[in-house]
């Protein structure tokens, strides 16, 4: 798996962006959101319990993430089309304010070594990826275990400070010195 300190693959692949007909689809690749940081996550699959949970808090918290020049980018191997049908189908994802990726060949979840070993599908991975395309945080959560957004906002904010911050730090504490 990669982690900390390697570069984040190279991609293009095809996203659900809108439900507007004619517009629900667009190519996305490593470069699309060039100079920002990025939160890219992964979900098992589309039509599920777990995953519209912390899909719909990704969305929920997107204007802060960015405040803080970070794109979000959510990712499975569904595919675009499967993507739209759930966001037409869920309502709340509907108005989700950022792309999902479709890695239906899996070439991006294999590159990063996030493939269930058993299932064939992505593990809960989620990346903070730098403005240079380097992974600076990664965590992975079992299938049944969702994420917490407002974790991945707080170590974005402290990889942003590029200070030293203490066990538990939020933003707007002291940084060590």
């Avoid at 293009?12 to 439900?19: D, G, N, T």
């Avoid at 170590?155 to 030293?164: F, G, H, R, Y």
Wanted: charged share 25%; net charge negative; with cysteine.
């Amino acid at each position: 798996m990669l982690t900390i300190g390697d570069k984040f693959p190279s991609y293009s692949l095809s996203a659900c962006v809108s439900l507007e007909d004619g517009k629900e689809f667009q190519t996305i690749t490593d470069s699309t959101y060039e100079g920002a940081w990025k939160a890219v996550f992964f979900w098992p699959l589309d039509f599920t319990f777990v995953c519209p949970t912390e899909i719909i808090e990704f969305g929920a918290k997107n204007e802060a993430f960015k405040k803080l020049n970070c794109q979000v980018l959510g990712c499975s191997t569904d595919s675009q089309y499967s993507h739209l049908a759930w966001r037409r189908d869920h309502k709340g994802l509907n108005k989700l304010p950022f792309p999902m990726l479709a890695d239906l060949k899996r070439e991006l979840s294999t590159n990063l070594g996030i493939l269930h070993k058993d299932a064939g599908i992505c593990l809960r991975a989620t990346y903070i990826v730098d403005p240079a395309g380097v992974i600076r945080w990664v965590a992975v959560n079992d299938l049944n275990v969702g994420r917490n957004v407002d974790e991945v906002l707080r170590v974005l904010e402290a990889l942003q400070t590029e200070k030293l911050t203490p066990c538990g730090w939020t933003p707007g504490e002291q940084t060590l010195n």
